[in-house]
């Protein structure tokens, strides 16, 4: 009788489970492909992530470098051609605060006799022969066949 309770036991428990279903073991291997096709699609995107990761450092390294030699040339290139355009004085660039590659470059000039101070409190005459020089500056660093420019004196006066 205990045997005989024990199979009613039984029978209800699997009748109760429903119906099985007989897909479901192609099912779970169809999941498990996909599952494993994904974790493989994961691996090779971090892979790939991390070797560009690795590129945009070297790249950001190198650019740094290149910015801060061209830099001080240009900075050098800057002041030789503002105490040329001047007949003496001194000028200078200064970079900002944070990131080189991204930070505002102040400009700072001494016209001779004058103190030093930035480009935005002088003259309209006075900045445009300090553009100028930073213009000639550049095209010293890296020369162009030629170079137009459209009344670029039209700020000085006629003293200068």
Not at 26 to 46: P, R
Not at 68 to 80: C, G, Q, S, T, Y
Not at 106 to 123: D, T, Y
Request: charged share 30%; proline share 2%; glycine share 4%.
């Amino acid at each position: 009788s205990k045997i005989k309770d024990d199979i009613f036991k039984l029978k209800t428990q699997i009748t109760a489970l429903g119906t099985v279903n007989l897909a479901a073991i192609a099912e779970y291997e169809e999941v498990c492909e996909k599952y494993e096709f994904m974790s493989a699609q994961e691996e090779d995107l971090n892979k790939a992530k991390d070797e560009l990761m690795t590129v945009i450092y070297e790249m950001t390294t190198k650019m740094q470098e290149l910015f801060r030699e061209n830099f001080k040339i240009l900075n050098e290139n800057f002041n030789e051609t503002f105490k040329d355009l001047f007949k003496g004085g001194n000028a200078e660039l200064i970079l900002g605060e944070g990131d080189e590659l991204t930070a505002n470059i102040e400009i700072n000039v001494q016209p001779p006799g004058k103190k030093l101070q930035n480009i935005n409190l002088m003259s309209g005459g006075e900045k445009v022969l300090s553009a100028i020089a930073l213009l000639f500056a550049i095209l010293k660093m890296k020369p162009t066949p030629f170079c137009i420019l459209d009344e670029i004196e039209a700020a000085l006066d006629d003293a200068n």
